[in-house]
T-cell receptor, first 112, second 112 residues
Framework: NAGVTQTPKFQVLKTGQSMTLQCAQDMNHNSMYWYRQDPGMGLRLIYYSASEGTTDKGEVPNGYNVSRLNKREFSLRLESAAPSQTSVYFC???????????FGSGTRLTVV | QKEVEQDPGPLSVPEGAIVSLNCTYSNSAFQYFMWYRQYSRKGPELLMYTYSSGNKEDGRFTAQVDKSSKYISLFIRDSQPSDSATYLCAMSAGAGSYQLTFGKGTKLSVIP
């Protein structure tokens, strides 16, 4: 019963470096999401995938790209990391748009 | 005015107290209302899920929604130290809307 698995758990990048955050769910959920959580800002949606084969921008998509690799996996890529992207990143999944979300345990990213 | 307002606290109560957590919102299209609990350095976990106005009870937890006042509440009876966490309200306009809007969270400490 793994739920939503995120890797890595921690990462330090230098400005300009790229990296991909991985997310996988084993609940046969249709929809997957990427959020970032910053102090005083709450959870903000970066991108989401309503179903396999589709992706859409959320509230704060700039500087990020996503890939819905298959029904289980949804990755988030930072092409050229900036200090403003220092945050905790959460992946989540749900059956559909009106069901509750299951979150992963997060990736703590620091860009120096 | 922000779409969802939530008092960040911190809120500190003695063990056994009744806790009241609240959110107000401005978007009258919201129909689905959730409460998530987030322990330190963990992902949010779904606690309560309600549709439209009314009450829902689950053990020591009661969620209330008053759509006419655009106000939702979470009550915790007989609070325990294990309830110490940040509580996030979240809401959605419903089917087809994949953008769950979160409050910034209220940090609760239950003192033994």
């Amino acid at each position: 019963n793994a739920g939503v698995t995120q890797t890595p758990k921690f990462q330090v990048l230098k400005t300009g470096q790229s990296m991909t955050l991985q997310c996988a769910q084993d609940m046969n959920h249709n929809s997957m999401y990427w959020y970032r959580q910053d102090p005083g800002m709450g959870l903000r949606l970066i991108y989401y995938s309503a179903s396999e084969g589709t992706t859409d921008k959320g509230e704060v998509p700039n500087g990020y790209n996503v890939s819905r690799l298959n029904k289980r996996e949804f990755s988030l890529r930072l092409e050229s990391a900036a200090p403003s992207q220092t945050s905790v990143y959460f992946c989540a999944s749900s059956v559909g748009s009106v069901s509750g979300y299951t979150f992963g345990s997060g990736t703590r990213l620091t860009v120096v | 005015q922000k779409e969802v307002e939530q008092d960040p606290g911190p809120l500190s109560v003695p063990e056994g107290a009744i806790v009241s957590l609240n959110c107000t919102y401005s978007n009258s299209a919201f129909q689905y209302f959730m409460w998530y609990r987030q322990y330190s350095r963990k992902g949010p976990e779904l606690l309560m899920y309600t549709y439209s106005s009314g009450n829902k009870e689950d053990g020591r937890f009661t969620a209330q929604v008053d759509k006419s006042s655009k106000y939702i509440s979470l009550f915790i009876r007989d609070s325990q130290p294990s309830d110490s966490a940040t509580y996030l309200c979240a809401m959605s306009a419903g089917a087809g809307s994949y953008q769950l809007t979160f409050g910034k969270g209220t940090k609760l400490s239950v003192i033994p």
